[in-house]
């Protein structure tokens, strides 16, 4: 029974010097020595560039942040206006009106579009917008116009 075990051991030993592409760098069973002469002087050339790929993949990358309400609001009202430079002007004016708040109060106007009516201030967010949407195009046309309005007074 030695003499199997003994047999079975040198060729697990054999498998493993046969394998020397995939593991160059682990030691022989019976020799204890590396499989490839100069593995080391080879490991010092890689180890460089190693350690620069892995500095720039921590380096560029950056920490997903959760996502807030607001960022929900904006991502509904941009489905609601298509257009980018109308996108930017609704959001301008909610945003100096109430930034992004839906519970956002300056004394008798609340909400998202800062609404003067108590209907509106009882509106989840996504109507908030919907109903500011409405407001602005029936107003002003378009919410440029009405981010053009609210530079010159300071309201809309």
């Known amino acids: 029974m030695d003499n199997m ?3 079975l051991r040198y060729r697990a ?3 493993v010097d046969n394998g020397t592409y995939l593991t160059c760098l682990l030691p022989c069973c019976a020799a204890r ?3 490839w002469r100069g593995s080391l002087r080879k490991w010092h050339r890689v180890w460089p560039v190693l350690c620069l790929i892995a500095g720039l993949l921590v ?3 950056e920490p997903v942040e959760a996502a807030t309400d607001s960022d929900y609001y904006k991502l509904y009202a941009h489905s609601r206006i298509i257009n980018e430079k109308q996108y930017k002007c609704l959001s301008s004016i909610i945003y100096k009106e109430s930034r992004w708040n839906p519970k956002a109060r300056n004394h008798s106007h609340y909400g998202l579009g800062q609404m003067r009516s108590l209907y509106y201030r009882n509106l989840d967010p996504y ?3 919907d109903k500011t949407i409405e407001y602005i195009k029936l107003r002003y ?3 440029c116009n009405a981010w053009l309005f609210h530079q010159k007074r300071n309201w809309y």
């Open 13 to 15: 030993c054999n498998s």
């Open 59 to 61: 380096l560029t990358t």
């Open 33 to 35: 020595k590396p499989l």
């Open 141 to 143: 046309g378009s919410m």
């Open 127 to 129: 109507r908030q917008i």
């Open 5 to 7: 075990w003994i047999t």
